[in-house]
Nanobody, 114 residues
Framework: QVQLVESGGGLVQPGGSLRLSCTAS????????MSWYRQTPGKERELVAT????????SYADSVKGRFTISRDNVKNTVYLQMNNLKPEDTAVYYC???????WGQGTQVTVSS
């Protein structure tokens, strides 16, 4: 059974940091590109960051460049999203996604507020 389980969300003040984790099971994680998306009510899901399978080439949305870092540990079957200098506009539900297989996690809420 395929599972993507996110964790690490929460409430943080502007300028703070959070690290999201997504642990995969049920498929060959190390062979697949992985992405993080986010969504706010009434808006389409937005691609935040992507990391390639083996070499770990990364790409980011312009809105998070220089503040967010995506990484992966293919031994732990986990992809991470380190989020620094968080802003209120980063508030969203964050989802882990495997584009090739169409798998999604259940999402984790990130709220940036003072």
């Amino acid at each position: 059974q395929v599972q993507l389980v996110e964790s690490g969300g929460g409430l943080v003040q502007p300028g703070g940091s959070l690290r999201l984790s997504c642990t995969a099971s049920g498929f060959s994680f190390s062979n697949h590109v992985m992405s993080w998306y986010r969504q706010t009510p009434g808006k389409e899901r937005e691609l935040v960051a992507t990391i390639s399978s083996v070499v770990g080439i990364t790409s980011y949305a312009d809105s998070v460049k220089g503040r967010f870092t995506i990484s992966r540990d293919n031994v732990k079957n986990t992809v991470y999203l380190q989020m620094n200098n968080l802003k209120p506009e980063d508030t969203a539900v964050y989802y882990c996604h495997c584009p090739r297989r169409g798998y999604w996690g259940q999402g984790t809420q990130v709220t940036v507020s003072s």
